[in-house]
């Protein structure tokens, strides 16, 4: 199941608020990681330290949602509760 399907099955319960602010951004934070990196094939030698430190940002923040998920999942339990309903 794909994080977007898991956002729309704890959307659609009664899930906790915590688990549906991270299975929201997490999504987005990917998606901003995934246009950074892509961004590197374009840049010349000058411009690329710099991209590379927003590739990297991009990327702690996209660990972030995750370890947060993750922790969520194994203290909290309702992801798994809220899916299976």
Known sequence: MSILNLSQSVQNSQGCPEIRDILEAYPQA?????????????????????AWSNVEQARKVCESYRERLLHHRRDHGCLLRSVAR
């Open 30 to 50: 990917t998606e901003a990681y995934n246009r950074a990196v892509e961004g590197l094939a374009t840049l010349d030698a000058a411009s690329f330290n710099q």
